[in-house]
């Protein structure tokens, strides 16, 4: 097991070079699309020449998070922190106009501070884009300009080079749930395969495992909408294998479902509805229906539904 290091202000460049070390990362390979090697060498030496949004972002990249108030060592540090809050929080509450305004002042207060910023207020543009009812295609279109601010490949190269953070991560997911909901499929299925070779490649890290079964959700439901029933069933298997010890019950839930469903298509097709496939398949269901039941989820009237009909099941509780 890695030893954990404590992260406070005077050493966070030793850990980011102790962690990038431990994973065999090149410094090339870490900083790329977020700052040269030069700025990740005055880092590691203990030179802060830059932001903590930057510091924050390399952290992430090594699937480790640091407090943020740790890495706020500058009046600029803390005011941008403030700024990037108050937008996300007027995005929450639908706050449009004071959304823009704060952006507007976000921009020119990190006007050339480095490209995580950019990437902030792309992401905020688009969202608001979403909430302004504008059209998907220009939401999708922000957000792959906002990944391209650190990942200026990402659209026409493999990803596998890179060690993402989990805010660039979650920017790709949501670009391939954009893509999917309005039928971009071919785009939807370049990314999704750029996502699990990425998750694959870079398995060693833990937080990639835990990206993986909310990943599996996502390409199982395609692949099964594909009718690419085969592969959507081995996407499953692996989710939820690695799945074990992960504590977001959620996603190991929805798994069940879609093998579930899956497993039940493809035995009616190929004529093999027996009794006892049929409580393999029965299992598999009340698996998914009582772990989303206790997380709360809307599918679990749908599943209910379903196992009344096909199954004559009740449910005693």
């Known amino acids: 097991m890695l030893r954990e290091m404590e992260v406070d202000n005077n050493n966070i460049g030793t850990a980011i070079q102790y962690f990038r070390e431990t994973y065999h990362i090149s410094q090339n390979r870490l900083c790329k699309g977020i700052c040269s090697v030069a700025t990740l060498s005055r880092i590691e030496a203990g030179e802060r020449d830059v932001d903590s949004f930057i510091l924050e972002m390399l952290l992430e990249r090594l699937g480790k998070v640091a407090n943020q108030f740790e890495l706020i060592l500058t009046d ?33 207060l990190t006007n050339d501070k480095g490209s995580p910023h950019r990437q902030f207020i792309m992401v905020s543009q688009a969202l608001l884009n979403e909430l302004e009812g504008g059209k998907p295609e220009t939401t999708i279109d922000l957000l792959m300009k906002a990944i391209s601010c ?79 029933l085969d592969k959507a069933l081995d996407i499953c298997n692996l989710g939820i294998q690695m799945h074990k010890g992960y504590y977001k019950m959620e996603s190991i839930g929805e798994l069940f479902y879609i093998k579930a469903q899956i497993t039940e298509i493809k035995l009616k097709s190929e004529g093999k509805w027996k009794e006892s496939k049929k409580k393999e398949c029965l299992k598999m269901y009340l698996q998914a229906y009582y772990t989303l039941k206790f997380c709360g989820d809307s599918d679990v009237g749908k ?15």
Do not use: C
């Open 76 to 108: 600029f540090d803390y005011e941008a922190y403030q700024y990037r809050t108050e937008i996300n929080n007027r995005i929450k509450d639908k706050d449009i106009e004071a959304a823009y305004e704060l952006i507007q002042k976000y921009s020119d």
């Open 150 to 228: 650190t990942v200026p490949d990402f659209n026409i190269n493999e990803i596998t080079d890179y060690f993402l953070s989990k805010s660039e991560f979650n920017i790709i997911i949501d670009i391939l749930q954009r893509m999917i909901s309005i039928g971009m499929n071919d785009s939807a299925h370049k990314v999704l395969n750029q996502v699990i070779g990425y998750l694959y490649w870079h398995s060693q890290m833990e937080q990639n495992n835990r990206l993986y079964p909310k990943v599996a959700v996502i390409a199982a439901r395609f692949y099964m909408e594909q009718k690419q």
């Open 303 to 317: 599943i209910k539904k379903h196992l009344e009909e096909e199954y004559q099941w009740e449910d005693i509780d």
